[in-house]
Nanobody, 124 residues
Framework: QLQLVESGGGLVQPGGSLRLSCAASGFTLAYYATGWFRQAPGKEREGVSCISSSGGSTNYADSVKGRFTISRNNAKNTVYLQMNSLKPEDTAVYYC?????????????????WGQGTQVTVSS
């Protein structure tokens, strides 16, 4: 059964850091470009960052450039999102998903097989 499981979320103060993990089971994650997305209450799901299957190409939303870093360890079947200098506006449920259709950037409509999400709350 194809499954993605996110972990690593939590409560952090502004300026703090978290590292999210997206672990795949039942299939080889290395075959897929993968993305991280987030959805805040009352807002649409938005692309945060995505990475090619090899890890050689990455893309970031303007709002997270310079603060977030996406990476992958195909040997561990896992994709990561290192989040530094967190801001209250980063508060959301974060999801990972697989790219099933070619497109520009990290548009959620091009991704599927969503994980269950992990909550990130940035607050003092």
């Amino acid at each position: 059964q194809l499954q993605l499981v996110e972990s690593g979320g939590g409560l952090v103060q502004p300026g703090g850091s978290l590292r999210l993990s997206c672990a795949a089971s039942g299939f080889t994650l290395a075959y897929y470009a993968t993305g991280w997305f987030r959805q805040a209450p009352g807002k649409e799901r938005e692309g945060v960052s995505c990475i090619s299957s090899s890890g050689g190409s990455t893309n970031y939303a303007d709002s997270v450039k310079g603060r977030f870093t996406i990476s992958r360890n195909n040997a561990k079947n896992t994709v990561y999102l290192q989040m530094n200098s967190l801001k209250p506006e980063d508060t959301a449920v974060y999801y990972c998903a697989l790219r099933f259709r070619y497109g520009l950037g990290c548009n959620p409509v091009d991704f599927g097989s969503w994980g269950q999400g992990t909550q990130v709350t940035v607050s003092s």
